[in-house]
């Protein structure tokens, strides 16, 4: 029995990670007003990029710095032209989906890659904790990066003048305008954070947990972050409890029918956006989005 | 309409004298600037070619073998020309039912799902109704409507009970919807195959041939399947619906001014409703043409990013359901093209980068003199705040 938790947990901890790191970007998007959703081509040409930078380098530590890059690249030609040209971010956003899907697509069909896979790093003492101690503290070692990344970004949102500004952008973009921020300047720099991070959670995935790039690995990913940070109700707490919790359904569809329990499986791909409308639903009064989500900013327009 | 370049209005006659001396700047108007649109399209649309061309020459390819495979497979001889009328005909109606709910204001991006739903009820009736027969077929595409409306419905609902944005709303729904299609297809007394000694796969029984949509003619000729006619028509209705009725007028005054509508008595929410379920209804009807019409069986991947392609086609043709139908033409001639890519040996999802990068450069013009001409206006603006005659500043 305790060898099945254990089992879930680990599972559930791997599946989280790339999840979380995407997400932490989303939520830094979301809050300073884009409804980013081509987090998935940000997760996806982060993890083409990494599988590609590994096997160009032969340095696993290379591929997630390649990885980043590509999510960067993705984040910059979005922001370009969502926040600078004011196209419809959705229209921007469904695009670079298919544009970076189609791309990984054909590269990895016509590049051989000889991807490595970074390596597990136990952190000492902690990960002979009976039952938890495994699944918690012995990862592929960018895992970790999280416990700095997480803090990181709770300073800056909240602590740092530059979170200030990201956070009235997405609330009040006339008002932060009158009060002499670039407004389109701090959402594109959401948007490169955001692609930064993603491509991060992507190269995890990638380099980190299956040590090779398969066609349309994030399969859909980009849009469980979307629902973690709603279910979250665009807080840090909750984006991060989100991302958690499903991968952790993600971990039982996976587990549990090896553990020999029957389950609906379509129940429980489908249940982060179940939960996030029913969260969206029936907390309205709490889940506040950003007032200005997915309104574009114009200087001068009413 | 949505016209791409507007010039600014004239000054009504008789209008007071301005209270600041405004400056006169001449914006280009009429032959010069349509030159200038066209060319700025022409361009980025070459960039866009120019950029899957490289793609291609880098990966060791010849473009020019894939540009050529690709004009066999769309446009050279009636026969393919059938194929990419086929590959258009559910994008246009998914366009047709984007546009409405986008010029409501609605901004439904889950035409996926409701294709994925629509597909279901209609392969649901197609499949259980007996005997089966022409009022099937229709039963079969009416069921499918249905699908896809209250498929869009639920978005609608929560909107106006909950407050849920539908953008958040359709697309979660979404993913949902191919769950759904899943559940069915793995539970026999719903669509799982009835195969011979279990051995059957994820998907349905092969529709009856009295429940298909008829086809006109033979691959070597011209040959097009009927679905087209639908999506003709259903654009024709709703381009006149939406420019020269009545209820259409409300449509766009709801998108264009939401405030201005509500002091003029129209019920947002209830033609907010219509509008998603009208629209929901056009997905899930282009599911049921592609099941009764080319698919013939479905399958987890039925809706095969029609939904999705059928948004960008709406965008790409800036909600005018007339032009709809020409870039819809034209994302179906690049999948029909995309069919013939295998002799090159260039994969075909070559394809999914061009009409990306077709979408990008559709949208990239009309942004970009959008910015000038506001650049312009801020710059006249702030000249006129700081000396007369004095143009400066950067918006």
Known sequence: ?302 | MTDVVSAPPPAPPGAPPARRPTPQRKRPVGLRSTLATVGLYVASLAAAFAVSALMVALTHGSPSKVFTAMYDGSVKGFGSFGYTLDNATPLIIVAVGAVVSSRAGLFNIGQEGQVTIGAMAGAFVALKVHPAGPVVLVLALLAAAVGGALWAGIAALLRFWRGVEVVISSLLLTFVAFEVLSYALSRTFLLHEHGAGGASLTESDQLSSKVQLPHYGQYPHFNFGTGLLIGLVLAAVVGLVLTRTTLGFRIRMLGLNAVAAKRVGINAARLGTLALLVSGACAGLAGGVMLTGQAYRITPTVSNNVGWNGLLVALVARNNAWVAIAVALGFGALQSGGGFLATTGVPTDLVNVIEALIVLAAVFPPALQELRRRRARTADTAGADAAPGVVGGDA
């Not at chain 1, 004011?86 to 189609?102: D, E, I, P, R, S």
């Not at chain 1, 720099?189 to 491509?199: E, I, K, R, S, Y």
């Not at chain 1, 994030?218 to 972050?225: E, H, L, S």
Request: aromatic fraction near 8%.
């Open chain 1, 1 to 302: 029995m305790s060898n099945d938790v254990s089992t879930v947990l680990a599972s559930a901890i791997r599946l989280s990670v790339p999840l979380t790191f995407a997400g932490v970007g989303e939520y830094v998007a979301e809050r300073a007003g884009t409804l980013n959703i081509s987090v998935e081509a940000m997760m996806l040409s982060g993890a083409y990029a990494g599988a590609l930078g590994t096997s160009v380098s032969h340095n696993a530590a290379a591929g997630l710095v390649w990885g980043m890059a590509a999510g960067l690249l993705v984040g910059v030609i979005h922001g370009n032209f969502s926040h600078r040209l004011q196209a419809n971010t959705f229209v921007v956003g469904l695009t670079l989906n298919v544009l970076a899907l189609g791309v990984t697509n054909y590269l990895v069909q016509k590049i051989n890659m000889t991807p490595r896979q970074v390596g597990i790093w136990k952190v000492p003492l902690l990960w002979r904790i009976p039952v938890v101690g495994k699944p918690m503290f012995a990862e592929r070692w960018p895992a970790y990066f999280l416990v700095a990344v997480i803090p990181a970004v709770w300073w800056v949102m909240h602590r740092s003048r530059w979170g200030l500004e990201m956070r009235s952008v997405g609330e009040n973009p006339k008002a932060a305008d009158v009060t002499g921020i670039h407004v389109n300047r701090r959402r594109r720099q959401g948007l490169m954070l955001c692609g930064v991070l993603a491509g991060l959670g992507g190269a995890y995935l990638s380099v980190g947990e299956v040590g090779t790039f398969n066609s349309n690995m994030t399969a859909g990913r980009g849009f469980i972050v979307i629902a973690a940070v709603i279910f979250g109700g665009w807080t840090l707490r909750g984006t991060i409890a989100g991302c958690l919790l499903f991968g952790g359904v993600d971990a039982m569809r996976l587990a549990l029918p090896a553990l020999g329990y029957t389950i609906n499986p379509q129940l429980l791909i489908a249940s982060p956006y179940v939960i996030a409308l029913l969260a969206m639903c029936f907390f309205a009064k709490r889940l506040r989005q950003p007032a200005a989500l997915a309104q574009p900013f114009e200087r001068g327009a009413t």
